[in-house]
């Protein structure tokens, strides 16, 4: 189902909708659709940023804190004098100048198992863009139990990771990393602003696929980059019957 475009739809989304195969129904199914992206820095930031201009209905932002210098590397939605401000309360006011037919809601929240089920209410599908494993562990099962499409990607340094999750279809995150890196620190691994946004462009196409239809989304392959070297490789990922989070006993 989708939901009818203006007349300043259509000419906005004019070029995309040349793209081969590409229809005013596709446009329509993006128009009435929501995302949750969890996590609004360099990889969500970025994503965010696509998802707007390409039409997309709804997103639901959900990060805690305030904007720091050191985000500035990154974070191509935030502006210099916005430091010490809500991050998701700027990055709102951000995506509404860009485009305003989109509509965003905001939580200046962390994503947790007790809140990762009412961040998703309503929503079509969610991108995964924490800094931290613990929390994208948490949207990762709420993902599966309510069976709500989930983009995993990830950064550092100059490598990156994206693959989809879709419920006793594809591989979950636990399938394929059933523990916790104990050395892992949540801003102790380095980031160059270009890697991490390639992968914010990158969950946004997937997003816009899996959304409307169109293409040929990631399933059961994990995409890797190293952009040291500019190798970008598919590799086939598997499930784990036995995993705790989308396995048969689960
Ligand atoms: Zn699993």
Redesign the pocket.
């Known amino acids: 189902m989708g939901k009818p475009l203006t007349d300043t739809e259509i000419d906005r989304y004019r070029r995309q909708l040349m793209l081969q195969g590409f229809t005013l129904q596709h446009q329509q199914r993006l128009k009435a659709s929501t995302a949750l992206i969890a996590g609004i820095g360099g990889l969500g930031g970025t994503a965010a940023v696509y998802l707007a201009v390409a039409g997309i209905g709804k997103m639901v932002f959900a990060h805690s804190g305030n904007l720091t210098l050191s985000n500035m590397n990154r974070q191509i939605l935030m502006r210099h004098e916005w430091i010490g401000r809500s991050r998701v309360v700027e990055a709102k006011r951000r995506i509404e100048e860009i485009n305003p037919d989109v509509g965003v809601e905001v939580f200046d929240e962390r994503t947790t198992g007790d809140n990762a089920g009412r961040l998703l209410d309503g929503v079509d599908i969610a991108l995964s863009a924490r800094p931290t494993f613990h929390e994208r562990r948490a949207l990762n099962a709420a993902c ?1 139990k309510k069976d709500i499409p989930m983009i995993e990607a990830a950064m550092n340094g100059m490598d990156g990771y994206l693959f989809n999750v879709i419920a006793g279809k594809t ?2 995150l ?2 394929l990393y059933p523990d916790d890196d104990p050395e892992w620190e949540e801003l102790g691994f380095p980031v160059l602003g270009a890697v991490s946004g390639i992968l914010g462009c990158l969950m946004s196409i997937e997003a816009i696929k899996l959304l409307t239809g169109y293409g040929r989304p990631l399933l059961s392959r994990m995409l890797l980059f190293n952009t040291f070297d500019m190798d970008f490789r598919k590799l086939r990922i598997y ?2 019957e036995g ?1 705790a ?3 048969a006993s689960a």
Do not use: K, L, Q, S
Request: aromatic share 0%; proline share 9%; charged share 20%.
């Open positions: 599966v591989p979950c636990n399938c499930r784990d995993c989070v989308c396995g």
